[in-house]
């Protein structure tokens, strides 16, 4: 269990804080273009990067939550300190050892089963992938950006002195 909880803090806590604020980054930029003077219709990409990264967010959230289940609720790991001494199992009658049963292997166990191994690095390269796209998407959309152009008032003439 000591192993599953320091696996646990390694991976973080709730969320990855570098891209809540990235996600932040790219909301105010993505609220602000208009008022800065920029065509609101042409902020779709910068949209588009903004549900990648609550896609990105919410991987990892989903991958935390298993790996605490995973942690809370899976069986103990068999481990050696419950094993009989070294010239065999319990006495049977005569004094005649009695053979421990074959050791059980290959089974699935714990919550994720034959994937316990495999999830955590599908997941991280899921949410890998979600981040680079998020981070392509905005400065694509960055490039998309078009300015307004601005009205041309035309002079009106004054009064003539």
Same mark, same amino acid.
């Given at each position: ?56 967010? &919410? ?74 796209? &998020? ?27």
């Amino acid at each position: 269990m000591n192993n599953q909880l320091s696996y646990l803090q390694s991976m973080g806590s709730t969320a990855d804080w570098s891209s809540v604020l990235f996600f932040l980054f790219i909301g105010t930029i993505y609220f602000l273009a208009p008022v800065v003077g920029y065509l609101p219709g042409k902020r779709g990409i910068l949209l588009a990067s903004l549900w990648a990264m609550i896609a990105k967010l &919410a991987i990892g959230i989903f991958r935390e939550c298993l790996f605490s289940v995973q942690a809370l609720y899976a069986p103990p790991a068999p481990s050696a300190w419950n094993v009989g001494p070294a010239g065999g199992g319990p006495l049977g009658p005569g004094g005649m050892a009695i053979p421990s049963p074959p050791p059980v292997s290959g089974g699935a166990s714990g919550l994720f089963g034959k994937f316990e191994q495999q999830l955590p690095a599908l997941l991280s390269l899921a949410e890998t992938v979600a981040f680079l796209a &998020a981070i392509v998407l905005f400065v694509y959309g960055l490039q998309r950006l078009v300015l307004r152009e601005p009205l041309m008032v035309p002079a009106q003439p004054g009064p003539e002195r």
